[in-house]
């Protein structure tokens, strides 16, 4: 995603949204905030988005149920996993199952950035 686009940060940590949010829109994106699958879901109800950034574990849906809801509504949409809790299974299930990139938090600026502009 060489260009601004719409994104869709989904954390249930409010410090970890938040930040996320800030440096997406720093980067002159045009970001969305959900702190559950749930709200992701209605999000994606209202609108289009060109990426979303997901934390893997959270309570009630989780992130690989976000992307395969994000994909069969939005095939095009790019999906970012992230995780505190990262394991080599989790990681290969996420791509295996259509994630663009799998970021362990804590993760730099840098890093984010990165990943969302490849």
């Known amino acids: 995603m060489r260009q601004p686009g719409k994104l869709l940060v989904v954390d249930d940590e409010p410090g970890v949204r938040t930040s996320l949010q800030g440096i997406l829109e720093q980067e002159?994106?045009?970001?969305?905030?959900?702190?559950?699958?749930?709200?992701?879901?209605?999000?994606?109800?209202?609108?289009?988005?060109?990426?979303?950034?997901?934390?893997?574990?959270?309570?009630?849906m989780d992130?690989?149920?976000v992307m395969s809801e994000a994909k069969s509504r939005m095939p095009d949409t790019v999906v970012?996993?992230?995780?505190?809790y990262g394991t080599l299974d989790s990681a290969v299930g996420a791509l295996r199952q259509g994630a663009?990139?799998?970021l362990?938090?804590?993760?730099?600026?840098?890093?984010?950035?990165?990943?969302?502009?490849?």
Do not use: N, W
């Open 80 to 84: 970012i996993i992230l995780t505190a």
């Open 28 to 60: 002159g994106h045009q970001v969305t905030a959900a702190a559950s699958g749930e709200e992701a879901l209605a999000a994606m109800e209202r609108d289009v988005f060109d990426l979303i950034l997901v934390d893997l574990k959270m309570p009630g």
């Open 100 to 102: 663009h990139d799998y």
């Open 104 to 118: 362990l938090k804590p993760c730099s600026v840098q890093e984010i950035v990165g990943s969302v502009e490849m």
């Open 63 to 65: 992130g690989l149920e």
